[in-house]
Structure formats: structure tokens, C-alpha cells
């Protein structure tokens, strides 16, 4: 059997990468996490006093284009069916989102066909923009600046503190725009939640022999000399004590409302509108919608810039950060028994489908090029750090 490894966070990336070198090649490994609960940022736990089951973090929604990432999750737990649909409060009224055609007739007081909707669309869309440069361009390429003004510069301003032209394009190509009445907030075939939550899930992906977790246990570069190999999966700057200086990122906040009945109608209410300090509003108990709750919980978002004691939420990737990335990248590479691995260590905006994604991955590339004796791989390939 090979050195047992130490594996830094218990959140999917941890866990999922846990579980693969244990089940392909036997590896031992002890996975610690600074906190006192396994899952990250995906944690969720009933509330004592209603049993909802709250995101304590945030909302996490499920959702995948890849069958067997798919078919990883539900190895670990039943998952419940659960499609997105997220509404907009405006001060024109609520509209439906992602953009579909009914937010659009509904907009433009129109009772246009697909193909009506999209020529229409098209006539507002910037054409002399080629390559959109930034967030505000490709909004303007693709959806015009009417739309762009109600739905997403002031929900970007709010919830990045910057102006939507420091932002990357890759941010708003998250979001699909439809020529359908199609509601559904992701494209993915693959969409649900798990039964009885995302740390019930991954506790199950650490239950296994190899696999040893320790919580309370921040690391320490000592701790590297007992073990075969480390993964990282905590913030990268952190990893080398910021020496370089602070990636940014977003973090945020909520104020949380409990009352009874039904609060907003749906799990996910977004407020464009600049003038208001939050960006939205999650009720979580319609996230099991196959559950009964009299009382309900509400979450009112908002966000702010990371400070030191903050938890760091959303990469923001602006040019000085990108700058900066490649100089810590430098320092990971020249590493020789650590690699990077996850949305912190990588200092990318990536849902929970692309983690377990990866990791299942880079188990994959690290145990075989241990196995050819070349140089394991410090960072996954689809990083391009
Ligand atoms: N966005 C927006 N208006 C909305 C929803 C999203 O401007 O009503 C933008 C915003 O910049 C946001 C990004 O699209 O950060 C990605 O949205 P998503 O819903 O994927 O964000 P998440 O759920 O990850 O916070």
C-alpha cells in the first residue's frame, strides 16, 4: 500500500478525492478541516427549532451535465427532484429568470413566438462587439442594454462591489438566455437535491476505512513531513501565508427572517434594483419542497469585500488578481509533494458538479502518473494555472 496522504479540507474536493484513491489504489488518508463540520460551504443542517433544512452557507442546488458525476452523488444519497426556478423583483413587477421568452413578452409587452423574440433580441444585441472583453459586453452582445439594465448591472454591481466592465464575460456565461417559456434556472440534464442534505451526502463519501477525518485541525507545513503527499484544497494565497499579497474575493452575509406560513412563494427571489442594499432573498424551505414546515426561515443576501476574518465565497478574478494568481501559481508549481486542488486552491468560480468533476479526475491523472513514476500533477489540467 502506498504512504498514507494528507488531504487539507473536507468539503467535495477533499472528500470526493478521498474516496477515489482509496477505492482505486488503497491509499490511507487523513482529511482535517479547520472547522467543526465536514462539506465546506455546502454544509446544511435541519434548524433546531422548525427542521428546515437550512444551506448554511448559502443555497446549493445540484445540477450536472455529466452522467457520471451524476451517478457518483447518487451512490452516496437519494436525491429528491428539484428544478430551479428563480423570479426577479423589480420595480416594474416580478419577472421570471434566467431571461426565457416570458420575461422578455412580459418586459416589452409583447406576445412575440420564439422566433419573433429572437429576431427582436437580436436587434437590440450590440453587433460590433466581436469578443465581449468584460461582463457589461457580453450582456450587451447578447441580450441588449434594456435587459442588462434591469436584471444585471445593479445585481452585478451589488454583489461584486465593482462595475460589471472590471468583470470577466466568463461570469454572466453562467447563465443561459432562451427563446422558450423554459424556466429552468440550469441547462444541465442532471438536476436535484439530496434527501437529507449535502453534509449527510459527504459524510457518507468519507465513510470508508481508508479514510480518517480530523476536525479542528488547521494545517501547518510541519504536518507535511509524516505524509507521502498533500492535497491542498484550502485558499491558495493562504497556503503561502499571503506573502505575495491577498487574492479578492466576495464574500456574503445574511439577515435571517422567521415567520410563519410561506415568506416569498419560491426558494430563490433576485433584486436587481441598485437602489437596494441586498441582491436576494432564499426561503429554504422550498429547496424540499417534498417536505411540510409550518414556519418558515428566510435569508436576506448580502455581500461585501472579503476582509482578513471573513469566509471567502467568490473568486473575483479581476486583471490584478489574475496577475497575482500566476505568481502564487509559480510557487504551488515548484512545490514537490503538494498539490492544489478546488475552487479555493484554484481561485476559480466553480459549482459543486465541476468540483466533484475535477476531483474525480485528478484522482484519475495523480495516481497514474505515480504509478509511471513521472511528476504527479500539482494542479488539475483544466486549470490552466
Ligand atoms: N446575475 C445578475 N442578476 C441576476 C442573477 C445573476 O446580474 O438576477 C449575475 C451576477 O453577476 C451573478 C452572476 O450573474 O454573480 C452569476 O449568477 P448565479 O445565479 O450563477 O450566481 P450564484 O448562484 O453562484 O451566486
Not at 450536472?64 to 429528491?80: G, I, K, L, P
Not at 434594456?146 to 447563465?175: H, V
Request: net charge negative.
Amino acid at each position: 500500500m502506498p504512504d498514507p496522504v494528507l488531504i487539507v479540507g473536507a468539503g467535495f474536493s477533499g472528500a470526493v478525492l478521498a474516496r477515489q484513491l482509496a477505492e482505486l489504489a488503497d491509499v490511507k488518508s487523513i482529511v482535517i478541516d479547520a472547522r467543526d463540520h465536514i462539506a465546506g460551504n455546502c454544509h446544511t443542517e435541519r434548524d433546531a427549532e422548525t427542521g428546515i433544512m437550512v444551506h448554511t452557507f448559502g443555497p446549493h442546488i445540484f445540477h450536472t451535465d455529466r452522467a457520471d458525476v451524476w451517478a457518483y452523488v447518487n451512490r452516496f444519497s437519494e436525491f429528491r427532484p428539484f428544478v430551479n426556478r428563480v423570479k426577479a423583483t423589480t420595480d416594474r413587477g416580478v419577472f421570471s429568470l434566467p431571461v426565457n421568452l416570458h420575461t422578455i413578452n412580459q418586459f416589452f409587452g409583447t406576445s412575440m413566438s420564439p422566433a419573433e423574440a429572437r429576431e427582436f433580441i437580436q436587434e437590440k444585441a450590440d453587433t460590433s462587439i466581436a469578443e465581449p472583453a468584460n461582463f457589461e459586453e457580453q450582456a450587451l452582445k447578447f441580450i441588449g442594454r434594456e435587459l442588462y439594465e434591469a436584471f444585471f448591472y445593479g445585481y452585478t454591481k451589488k454583489q461584486w462591489g465593482c462595475d460589471p466592465t472590471e468583470l470577466p464575460a466568463a461570469i454572466l456565461s453562467r447563465l443561459p438566455v432562451r427563446f422558450s417559456y423554459d424556466d429552468n434556472y440550469y441547462n444541465s440534464p442532471f438536476q436535484g437535491m439530496p434527501a437529507e442534505g449535502y453534509t449527510a451526502l459527504i459524510a457518507k463519501i468519507l465513510d470508508h476505512p481508508n479514510i480518517e477525518v480530523r476536525l479542528n485541525t488547521r494545517y501547518e507545513h510541519a504536518m507535511a513531513e509524516q505524509f507521502g503527499h498533500v492535497f491542498y484544497t484550502g485558499p491558495l494565497d493562504e497556503y503561502f501565508a499571503h506573502r505575495l499579497g491577498r487574492l479578492s474575493y466576495r464574500t456574503v452575509f445574511w439577515e435571517k427572517k422567521k415567520s410563519e406560513g410561506d415568506f416569498q412563494g419560491v426558494a430563490v427571489m433576485n433584486y436587481p434594483d441598485p437602489k437596494l442594499p441586498y441582491t436576494r432573498i432564499h426561503e429554504h424551505k422550498h429547496f424540499t419542497p417534498w417536505e411540510k414546515h409550518d414556519s418558515t426561515l428566510a435569508f436576506v443576501e448580502y455581500s461585501k469585500e472579503t476582509g482578513p476574518d471573513d469566509i471567502p465565497y467568490y473568486p473575483k478574478r479581476l486583471a490584478a488578481d489574475k496577475e497575482l494568481l500566476a505568481s502564487y501559481a509559480t510557487l504551488a508549481n515548484a512545490e514537490q509533494k503538494v498539490s492544489f486542488l478546488g475552487r479555493l486552491a484554484t481561485y476559480r468560480y466553480m459549482d459543486m458538479h465541476q468540483v466533484i468533476g475535477e476531483a474525480i479526475d485528478f484522482a484519475d491523472a495523480w495516481l497514474a502518473a505515480k504509478s509511471s513514476g513521472a511528476k504527479t500533477p500539482t494542479f488539475p489540467a483544466k486549470a490552466a494555472l
